[in-house]
């Protein structure tokens, strides 16, 4: 369902997508026109609760599992946009990490991108203390990464996970 108002220049809209577990995603705010150009932007969309096995329908093989929620805050214009945004899987899982023995994961991470730069913070923890910590950000050019700053800490996990990553490892 949609809704939505057009008064001095601006769009103005609230809109829900719908599923048979309710409430898929929701999307709300307004852009200013211009013209033909839009102007600037001002969205915020959240993703309450995303079955993650959704997903298994384009990357065949992966065996996503979990549940993943989303928030996106945008700002700017489309040519320069500014978007905060907060993801969250829990009960994460996918085909590579079951082969490894891995139990079900959490995995938040939070970031702005902003002027071809993507700022990022992520956690992926599990059980037996298994942690993984990133932080750092991307330097983008379109699509393409020019520079990678990052800091990485790893704490009880096990070597074996690379097996199933690398096929022939041992």
Known sequence: AASGKFAEDRVDFDANLSGKDGVLAKATGG????????????INADIPALPANI????????????????????SGTPANPIVD???DWKDAATSHTK???????ALAATGKYAGDRLDFDANLSGSGGIALKAAGNLSLAGTSIRAVDATVNASNV???IANSFVPGLG
């Open 31 to 42: 852009v200013t026109i211009a013209g033909t150009a839009i102007r600037d932007l001002s």
């Open 99 to 105: 082969a490894a023995g891995l139990s079900r994961l």
């Open 85 to 87: 945004f907060k993801l």
């Open 158 to 160: 096990p070597a074996a």
């Open 55 to 74: 997903a298994n329908a384009f990357v065949p093989g992966l065996g996503a599992e979990g549940t993943l929620s989303a928030n996106a805050i945008t």
